[in-house]
């Protein structure tokens, strides 16, 4: 009883959790993920293959397996969806009218895929500053 008054003790751990971030080459996925981090927005490389980076809030650990997203690397992504709690999928919202069919294409593999469909998706529009961004109800 007294050790419990006056030693705190460690704090208790935060909840883990998996996910996966998909999304073509330039649509924003490194930037999203260096700025939840708060690293610096200089010296940004696209992701060739994957990144895991770790994101913590005040009540939870996110882990971030980020894959890169080349065309010859997509047919990979499957490969590392085992285990993923969470999808976020990122879109370049200024990116050409073939690109989003594209990505429009990726992102309906992934909500169909086994290991993914019963997953919380995140979409995120990205590059909404650039002059050329849809909308929402374009990007759909």
Do not use: M
């Amino acid at each position: 009883c007294f050790r419990a008054l006056c030693c705190k003790g460690p704090p208790p751990p935060r909840p883990e959790y998996d996910l996966v971030c998909i999304g073509l080459s330039g649509s924003g996925k490194t930037s999203l993920l260096s700025q939840l981090c708060s690293e610096s927005p200089e010296n940004i490389v696209s992701t060739t293959g994957f990144s895991i980076k770790a994101v913590p809030f005040q009540n939870a650990v996110l882990n971030v397996k980020e894959l890169g997203g080349a065309d010859n690397i997509r047919k990979y992504w499957s490969r590392y969806y085992q285990g993923s709690q969470g999808v976020i999928f990122v879109l370049d919202s200024a990116s050409s009218e073939d690109d989003l069919e594209t990505a429009r294409n990726e992102l309906h593999s992934a909500l169909q895929h086994p290991q993914l469909c019963t997953l919380p998706f995140l979409i995120l529009a990205n590059h909404q500053d650039k002059p050329a961004a849809r909308s929402v109800q374009e990007v759909r």
